[in-house]
């Protein structure tokens, strides 16, 4: 049986976590993630994210996924391949007073500069 859209969110808000630090406020659909792999970002990343959007992410992702680790279902590749591109943006993000106007991050992963 595969995993529903609040069990995904829950997966990955539980992730986050896990790997640093993070706000959540699901009435928004935001989650701020404050430090990724127990280290503090140098801005925080908002994930504009709700469980259905997650979910419908994923799903859409999935056909993408699938070949790069077809040892998996299809979902769970598309989870591997978010957090590759989550981890990226991690490692690409820069203080605000360093970044351009212009963001080319995906609208679910920008800094606070960015969503205004």
């Known amino acids: 049986m595969e995993p529903t859209d609040a069990e995904l969110y829950d997966q990955l808000v539980g992730y986050l976590a896990a790997e640093g630090a ?65 981890e990226e943006a991690v490692r690409t993000a820069k203080p605000p007073a360093r970044r351009s106007s212009t963001s080319t991050a995906p609208a679910w992963c920008r800094g606070p500069a960015e969503t205004r």
């Open 22 to 86: 993070v706000d959540e406020d699901r009435v928004q659909g935001l989650v701020v993630l404050v430090e990724f792999d127990h280290r503090p970002l140098p801005v925080p990343l908002r994930l504009h994210i709700t469980a259905t959007g997650f979910e419908d992410h994923l799903r859409a992702t999935a056909p993408d996924a699938a070949p790069v680790w077809p040892d998996v279902q299809p979902v769970e590749a598309a989870w591997r391949l978010f957090l590759v591109h989550l």
